[in-house]
């Protein structure tokens, strides 16, 4: 069993930053890929990005990368998501997670454990 809770959101004006933590219980977190995805109102959950769990490995999806950057800290137990440049069109409720697999899926079904997500707003 994982449980996850993500910290960090918040209110930020376009161009600016945040970042997202989410912090896993367990001792097999290290063995779990990890994963973000973004829900914004009356949308669908959609793929962020994701890292494997040795960290070796991440994918992010075109509308982030370039600005996005996930990475994790197996000693600590928590995954990180680093978000620059904000637009708008990020605003969203950030979940994070963990997928025993450890490979990082796109896809939100192979996911095992969820956190309860953390709101990220940003104006123009």
Request: hydrophobic share 30%; glycine share 12%; aromatic share 12%.
């Amino acid at each position: 069993q994982v449980q996850l809770v993500e910290s960090g959101g918040g209110l930020v004006q376009a161009g600016g930053s945040l970042r997202l933590s989410c912090a896993a219980s367990g001792r097999t977190f290290s063995s779990y890929a990890m994963g973000w995805f973004g829900q914004a109102p009356g949308k669908e959950r959609e793929f962020v990005a994701a890292i494997s769990w040795t960290g070796g490995r991440t994918d992010y999806a075109d509308s982030v990368k370039g600005r996005f950057t996930i990475s994790r800290d197996n000693a600590k137990n928590t995954v990180y998501l680093q978000m620059n440049s904000l637009k708008p069109e990020d605003t969203a409720v950030y979940y994070c997670a963990a997928d025993h697999r450890g490979l990082g899926s796109r896809l939100p079904r192979e996911y095992d454990y969820w956190g309860q997500g953390t709101q990220v707003t940003v104006s123009s």
